[in-house]
């Protein structure tokens, strides 16, 4: 698998003091790296967009080359989703109705994140809880914390590791 290949996308909900944040995501398979991600006080289909637009403008995937698997929520169905699909050539694929499964690594990463961090803090407002959630999705997660899928090694290193290696062998078959 190469990065940019497959990537995943899914929204959770956050408690704090001031009502529920939600937080969409966008994770590449081949690293397990949350490359897109947006925060809000809705599930409006902005959310998922932002996100997607996010991941979209760092990674600069390859036209026609990715498949974006989501569950069959009804904002990834939405005109203005299909929209940025459409725009940037990208493979829509989604769940089957009632089957969780297919899209098991982003709930995996909503498992942890309420394990590791939001079941132990009491947010008081929604901007800490974007300002914790932003901390331990770019320092900690994608470059700290270590994967099993990644040999043990964070998303980022994961990546960096790999790409060095392709260069190498690359560099060997000339």
């Known amino acids: 698998m190469q990065p940019d290949t497959y990537w995943v996308g899914d929204i959770t909900y956050i408690p704090t003091k001031e009502g529920w944040l939600y937080l969409a995501t966008v994770i590449d398979l081949y690293s397990r790296q949350i490359i897109g991600w947006s925060m ?3 599930m409006k289909t ?3 967009n932002d996100a997607l637009t996010m991941a979209i403008w760092k990674r600069k995937p390859k036209r026609g ?3 974006w698997h989501t ?3 009804s904002q990834y169905p939405s005109e203005s989703h299909r929209s940025i699909l ?4 990208i493979i829509q694929s989604m769940s089957r109705k009632g089957d969780c499964w297919d899209n098991a690594v982003a709930e995996s990463f909503f498992k942890t994140l309420k394990t590791e961090l939001t079941n132990h803090y009491q947010f008081n407002d929604q901007q800490e809880a974007k300002n914790v959630i932003f901390e331990y999705i770019e320092v900690f997660y994608n470059r700290i914390r270590t994967h099993s899928a990644n040999n043990y090694l964070s998303p ?3 990546e960096r590791k790999n790409q060095d290696l392709a260069k190498s062998i690359k560099l060997a078959q000339i």
Do not use: R, T
Request: proline share 0%; charged share 25%.
């Open 40 to 42: 809000a006080n809705n």
């Open 46 to 48: 902005k959310l998922i």
């Open 65 to 67: 080359s990715l498949i």
């Open 71 to 73: 569950n069959q929520g």
């Open 86 to 89: 459409k725009d940037h050539d």
């Open 156 to 158: 980022v290193e994961f």
